[in-house]
């Protein structure tokens, strides 16, 4: 038997498989050639019942934080028990990533599908299955899939890109074979680009009322920023909504750019008409 079942230009693979009383947990660690991330995708046949199954990264930073990703931004939580308010958060809600950091070396966990977490002592564990039986008496029985990747980085997490390597975990990209064509194709593209890596195009969608397009975008690590935003296309007029897609105040226009400022974690959404 051996672990390695894939090893190529791109990536190495490599399978472990441990059995848990009458379950089985399957372990693809992925390592890439071209960046520091290792995936570690689960396939997981559970059978149990009353078990809380965790995943456990031992971590050595020296924080008594712990950075959580949320929607649109982050929150921090303690990592001790030296009051019974530490003690009582046992479990904290985080979504794409939670990090340990000082400010010389951090470790970023990211996940594609699970939410809980569990940080303390320098340990982050993210929990997997809970299996309780009531109301449903086989919850989380049977298949399971999904992704933890271990993101190393230098510095604070606020100098790392583990925003972006979390965007990349849960959209990844798909190749697609495309028929020849006469047109030329540039080395890149992007519709939309910003110029500082702590604000953040989240989404992009079509108006509800009519043919402009809403960019929902926010500043992440709570500093006042000026960026740019540039677009693949020139831009006639473009806005500042609320939720409702009601227009607040009109935004200056230079061709296909716009000049922004963010306030610290601020949320902003633009309705933009292009020529």
């Known amino acids: 038997y051996s672990p390695v079942i894939e090893s190529g230009a791109v990536r190495t693979v490599l399978r472990?498989?441990?059995p848990f009383r009458s379950s089985v947990?399957?372990?693809?660690?992925?390592?890439?050639?071209?960046?520091?991330?290792?995936?570690?995708?689960?396939?997981?046949?559970?059978?149990?019942?009353?078990?809380?199954l965790k995943a456990d990264f031992p971590v050595d930073v020296n924080t008594t934080k712990a950075t959580y990703d949320?929607?649109?931004?982050?929150?921090?939580?303690?990592?001790?028990?030296?009051?019974?308010w530490d003690f009582s958060a046992f479990e904290v809600c985080g979504h794409r990533w939670a990090d340990l950091s000082d400010n010389s070396f951090g470790l970023s966990v990211l996940n594609d599908c699970k939410y809980g977490w569990h940080i303390k002592?320098?340990?982050?564990?993210?929990?997997?299955?809970?299996?309780a039986t009531e109301p449903n008496t086989q919850q989380d029985r049977e298949i399971h899939h999904m992704t933890f990747s271990i993101y190393p980085h230098s510095g604070a997490v606020q100098t790392s890109a583990v925003v972006q390597e979390s965007s990349?975990?849960?959209?990844?990209?798909?190749?697609?074979?495309?028929?020849?064509?006469?047109?030329m194709l540039g080395d890149q593209y992007a519709f939309v680009s910003c110029d500082k890596n702590n604000v953040i195009l989240e989404t992009l969608k079509k108006a509800e009322d009519d043919d402009a397009l809403i960019l929902r975008s926010y500043e992440t690590w709570n500093c006042s920023t000026d960026c740019t935003l540039q677009f693949a296309q020139p831009i006639r007029k473009a806005y500042v909504t609320n939720l409702l897609e009601e227009r607040d105040e009109e935004i200056p226009v230079e061709k296909n750019t716009l000049s922004l400022h963010y306030r610290p974690f601020?949320?902003?959404?633009?309705?933009i008409y292009f020529e």
């Open 70 to 84: 949320i929607q649109f931004g982050n929150l921090e939580r303690s990592t001790h028990n030296n009051t019974t």
């Open 25 to 52: 947990i399957l372990q693809n660690y992925i390592f890439y050639h071209d960046t520091d991330r290792i995936d570690v995708q689960y396939t997981i046949d559970w059978k149990e019942k009353h078990v809380l």
């Open 16 to 18: 472990v498989k441990r």
């Open 121 to 131: 002592e320098g340990r982050i564990m993210p929990s997997i299955l809970r299996c």
């Open 168 to 183: 990349k975990l849960n959209f990844p990209l798909h190749a697609l074979f495309a028929s020849a064509s006469d047109g």
């Open 266 to 271: 601020e949320i902003k959404s633009l309705k």
